[in-house]
């Protein structure tokens, strides 16, 4: 069974930044969408931005500019820039690859 592990969330205050990082015990990443998504307190999960085979990009509206999503040349481990973060991007973030993580929380706050 393939596991999607996430870390890299923490406490920021707004402005701040943080990488979070997603690492699979198997090599799906070089077969699938790689994606995150993120779901605060009392709302739906949501598509943050997701990363094709061939390195195509795609972001939600709100974290256009702010967010990046990249890997690494093994396709080992994918990873989410996050810059100028927001209180409104509190949430915990999930790593999916045909698999789902288990999540690290992210809490932009002063």
């Known amino acids: 069974q393939v596991q999607l592990v996430e870390s890299g969330g923490g406490l920021v205050q707004p402005g701040g930044s943080l990488r979070l990082s997603c690492r699979s015990s198997?090599?799906?990443?070089?077969?699938?969408?790689v994606a995150w998504y993120r779901q605060a307190p009392g709302k739906q999960r949501e598509l943050v931005a997701t990363?094709?085979?061939?390195?195509?990009?795609t972001y939600v509206d709100s974290v256009k500019g702010r967010f990046t999503i990249y890997r690494d040349n093994a396709w080992s481990s994918v990873y989410l820039q996050m810059n100028s973060l927001k209180p409104e991007d509190t949430a915990v973030y999930y790593c999916?690859?045909?698999?789902w993580g288990r999540g690290t929380q992210v809490t932009v706050s002063s």
């Open positions: 999916n690859s045909d698999y």
């Open positions: 990363i094709s085979r061939g390195g195509t990009t």
């Open positions: 198997g090599s799906i990443f070089s077969e699938y969408l």
